[in-house]
């Protein structure tokens, strides 16, 4: 029961929000792609943010967890390097599959 009324809060809630942003769309002749562009700007802004927050939560990974500096900082460098390693791979599908259609 619990689950059913959740499900259509949630509902009802998404249902509300698109009902404001046709009618911002509507009102002011918002362009769509406004909206998205700036859905993923959001996104992109937290995205980046969590990266490089390493700086911010150093310390106290340091002290609660007692790992060393050097073992958070490899850590965080190995996790660069996949990425730059995947962003190749990533790169590489996506050219693929462009070109494939």
Same mark, same amino acid.
């Given at each position: 029961m619990a689950a059913a009324s959740a499900t259509a809060g949630h509902a009802s +809630? /998404? *249902?509300a929000l698109h009902a404001i942003v046709?009618?911002?769309m509507s009102q002011r002749g918002l %362009?769509? +792609?406004?909206?998205v562009l700036a859905a993923a700007a959001t996104v992109v802004a937290f995205g980046q943010g969590s990266i490089f927050s390493l700086?911010? %939560?150093?310390?106290?990974?340091?002290? $609660? *967890? /007692?790992?060393?500096? $050097?073992? @958070?900082?490899?850590?965080?460098? @190995?996790?660069? %390097?996949? *990425? +730059?390693? +995947? $962003? %190749?791979?990533?790169g590489a599908l996506s050219t693929a599959s462009v070109a494939a259609s």
């Open positions: +809630g /998404h *249902m046709v009618g911002l %362009f769509y +792609g406004w909206v700086g911010v %939560f150093l310390k106290p990974l340091e002290e $609660s *967890m /007692h790992w060393s500096r $050097s073992a @958070i900082s490899t850590t965080a460098l @190995i996790n660069w %390097f996949a *990425m +730059g390693a +995947g $962003s %190749f791979c990533w």
